[in-house]
T-cell receptor, first 114, second 112 residues
Framework: AQSVTQLGSHVSVSEGALVLLRCNYSSSVPPYLFWYVQYPNQGLQLLLKYTSAATLVKGINGFEAEFKKSETSFHLTKPSAHMSDAAEYFCAVSDTGTASKLTFGTGTRLQVTL | NAGVTQTPKFRVLKTGQSMTLLCAQDMNHEYMYWYRQDPGMGLRLIHYSVGEGTTAKGEVPDGYNVSRLKKQNFLLGLESAAPSQTSVYFC???????????FGPGTRLTVT
């Protein structure tokens, strides 16, 4: 069974600082990997996805993530945090079989301070 | 193009009551999913469908039933609500394997 671990349920950074949200996955086959963002009282929006093309994936709003097979990691980064980045971030893994069911991590709430 | 919509947005039930949540998508997606979101647990898959007339169990299916009579709609039913089903429910859809899932805005359900 697949699983996703997100280290740190809460992360706080200053505006302009580097954002690093950690995600490790376990999967018996090369997976599809996703980062979603959830703003308060809203649904989830896709930030970026890895589907076995380039290992460095660029997403929306200046976010990017690097797939490292040897470390089974897919950490999310942004060079300079903005107040509008405050939200909850979810890493998810999908197998390559039918239905592409997602297994989510428990989420990391990002706080951005002045 | 409304994307994925969910009805209702909020609902309060008493223990033992029943209700149906409606999910609709206008993107002609084959796959549809129901998740529940609980604090500190992320999203967990309840049931899913890979096409009209098909349904399958996810990670936490007990106490729920689903139907996909039309391609664009996916219904989630609670036959006898329990306080443990208090949660936020999200519907999602996707086109095919490996593509992103598009999420609805959620339904906040409270069972007292």
């Amino acid at each position: 069974a697949q699983s996703v671990t997100q280290l740190g349920s809460h992360v706080s950074v200053s505006e302009g600082a580097l954002v690093l949200l950690r995600c490790n996955y376990s999967s018996s086959v090369p997976p599809y990997l996703f980062w979603y963002v959830q703003y308060p009282n809203q649904g989830l929006q896709l930030l970026l996805k890895y589907t076995s093309a380039a290992t460095l994936v660029k997403g929306i709003n200046g976010f990017e993530a690097e797939f490292k097979k040897s470390e089974t990691s897919f950490h999310l980064t942004k060079p300079s945090a903005h107040m509008s980045d405050a939200a909850e971030y979810f890493c998810a893994v999908s197998d390559t079989g039918t239905a592409s069911k997602l297994t989510f991590g428990t989420g990391t709430r990002l706080q951005v301070t002045l | 193009n409304a994307g994925v919509t969910q009805t209702p947005k909020f609902r309060v039930l008493k223990t033992g009551q029943s209700m149906t949540l409606l999910c609709a998508q206008d993107m002609n997606h084959e796959y549809m999913y129901w998740y529940r979101q609980d604090p500190g647990m992320g999203l967990r898959l309840i049931h899913y469908s890979v096409g009209e007339g098909t349904t399958a169990k996810g990670e936490v299916p007990d106490g729920y039933n689903v139907s996909r009579l039309k391609k664009q709609n996916f219904l989630l039913g609670l036959e006898s609500a329990a306080p443990s089903q208090t949660s936020v429910y999200f519907c999602a859809s996707s086109y095919y394997t490996g593509t992103q899932q598009y999420f609805g805005p959620g339904t906040r359900l409270t069972v007292t």
